[in-house]
Nanobody, 124 residues
Framework: QEQLVESGGGLVQAGGSLSLVCTTP????????MAWFRQAPGKEREFVAV????????EYSDSVKGRFTISRDNVKNMVYLQMNNLEPEDTAVYYC?????????????????WGQGTQVTVSS
């Protein structure tokens, strides 16, 4: 059952920017580790970024470090992913995920709740 809702995906040219938003309608995830993952066609789901419950710790995959920024607003029940200098290799469906037990996990199996995903397409 979906508990998270992603939005903000779309089509952008290489070098452009997009902002993804993850909302948690009807439920608070203020104490959960929150992450973004992505999955390209024919590939496994991969870790992108994670933020701990109070936003004090963030981690990124090497492929997006320096270009993407994860943040959260626990009052609004929102998690954000700001994506700058996008590359065609960033094309994928992006998923928001929440973990009860893990604050900074990079592993999809450690996450309890997922959204339906939002498509990001970067043209060259």
């Amino acid at each position: 059952q979906e508990q998270l809702v992603e939005s903000g995906g779309g089509l952008v040219q290489a070098g452009g920017s997009l902002s993804l938003v993850c909302t948690t309608p009807g439920r608070t995830f203020a104490l959960y580790g929150m992450a973004w993952f992505r999955q390209a066609p024919g590939k496994e789901r991969e870790f992108v970024a994670v933020i701990n419950w109070n936003g004090g710790t963030t981690e990124y995959s090497d492929s997006v470090k320096g270009r993407f920024t994860i943040s959260r607003d626990n009052v609004k029940n929102m998690v954000y992913l700001q994506m700058n200098n996008l590359e065609p290799e960033d094309t994928a469906v992006y998923y928001c995920a929440a973990s009860r037990l893990y604050s900074n996990s990079h592993y999809p199996d450690h996450y309890d709740y997922w959204g339906q995903g939002t498509q990001v397409t970067v043209s060259s």
